[in-house]
């Protein structure tokens, strides 16, 4: 029988829980400050979708040009984001 290192799988999937939690706790504390809440939810979804991109899609031993399929689109969803947080930050114009 050959040994091999353990896979990372268990020890994502008890990341992902773990970030699971904290936004709860997260949403739970921070219900009444709004641009908080919503960084810290973002943030915490950008980790946990990096993760399963990275070990369970096994995106992390591609290379060159899926790379820049997958940067693109989020490059845009942040200068969209960017570009519509005035308007949900002054929905009325203040």
Known sequence: ????????YYKIFAWLTAFTIAEIAWAY????????????L???AAV???MVGLYYMHLKYERG?????????VVL??????????????PYGH
Do not use: Q, T
Not at 1 to 8: C, D, F, K, T
Not at 29 to 40: D, H, K, M, P, S
Not at 65 to 73: D, R, S, V, Y
């Open 42 to 44: 973002g943030m915490m």
């Open 65 to 73: 040009l899926i790379w820049g399929a997958i940067l693109f689109p």
């Open 1 to 8: 029988m050959s040994e091999h290192a353990p896979s990372p």
């Open 29 to 40: 504390w921070f219900v009444e400050f709004r641009i908080v809440l919503i960084l810290g």
């Open 48 to 50: 946990k979708a990096a």
């Open 77 to 90: 969803v942040a200068v969209m984001i960017v570009g519509f947080l005035p308007d949900a930050l002054f």
